[in-house]
């Protein structure tokens, strides 16, 4: 069984702090997205990312798929209070979506 | 508005009901996903379909069943409903599987008393 697995599970900080989530898996995925979901609405994708070792920003989020397209991270700089929400991770394995289970991120004013 | 339409936002019913809940992708899309989502909880895959053919199962109750209509319109269908099944029901949709990325609607919020 594929898993993903995203770390940690929760994370609060103050406004203006970093972070870094983690998404982790022995399996190699050929894509691996990001969403962010806020309460009572669906996932929205922030980005894919294809190649290994491959970088992407996305204003202060900054998205890294490892060189063995096992695993990814995704990093906020300066965190916002907009940027609360659910993030989760997914990797493509052979035309199926494999999820993680989510990092629920509160930013406190 | 993502593009994805799913119907109707809101559904309470009781233990032992029966519900349709419909999904409309997104212009283009062929494929179809759902998904359950309890409270506090990751996305728990259920179905797929892809151009009105069944593709995937992941999870999904007897008790549950879905197609995909020949306008690619999709309902899943959930049958003798229980306390449990209270969850919010995702529906996605892609150009092709997985590929670059699934769209999502904006969920139907199911209630069982």
């Known amino acids: 069984t594929q898993l993903l697995e995203q770390s940690p599970q929760f994370l609060s900080i103050q406004e203006g702090e970093n972070l870094t989530v983690y998404c982790n898996s022995s399996?190699?995925?050929?894509?691996l997205q990001w969403y962010r979901q806020e309460p009572g609405e669906g996932p929205v994708l922030l980005v894919t990312?294809?190649?290994g070792g491959e970088v992407k920003k996305l204003k202060r989020l900054t998205f890294q798929f490892g060189d063995a397209r096992k695993d990814s991270s995704l990093h906020i700089t300066a965190a916002q209070t907009g940027d609360t929400g659910l993030y989760l991770c997914?990797?493509?394995?052979?035309?199926?979506?494999?999820w993680g289970a989510g990092t629920k991120l509160i930013i406190k004013p | 508005d993502s593009g994805v339409t799913q119907t109707p936002k809101h559904l309470i019913t009781a233990t032992g009901q029966r519900v349709t809940l419909r999904c409309s992708p997104r212009?283009?899309?062929?494929?179809v996903y759902w998904y359950q989502q309890s409270l506090d909880q990751g996305l728990q895959f259920l179905i797929q379909?892809?151009?009105?053919?069944?593709?995937a199962k992941g999870n999904i109750l007897e008790r549950f069943s879905a197609q995909q209509f020949p306008d690619l319109h999709s309902e899943l269908n959930l049958s003798s409903l229980e306390l449990g099944d209270s969850a919010l029901y995702f529906c996605?949709?892609?150009?092709?599987?997985?590929?670059?990325?699934?769209?999502f609607g904006s969920g139907t919020r199911l209630t069982v008393v």
């Open positions: 212009s283009g899309d062929l494929s």
């Open positions: 996605a949709s892609s150009v092709v599987p997985a590929s670059y990325g699934y769209t």
């Open positions: 399996s190699v995925f050929s894509s």
């Open positions: 997914a990797g493509d394995s052979n035309y199926q979506l494999i």
């Open positions: 379909y892809y151009n009105g053919e069944e593709r």
């Open positions: 990312v294809v190649t």
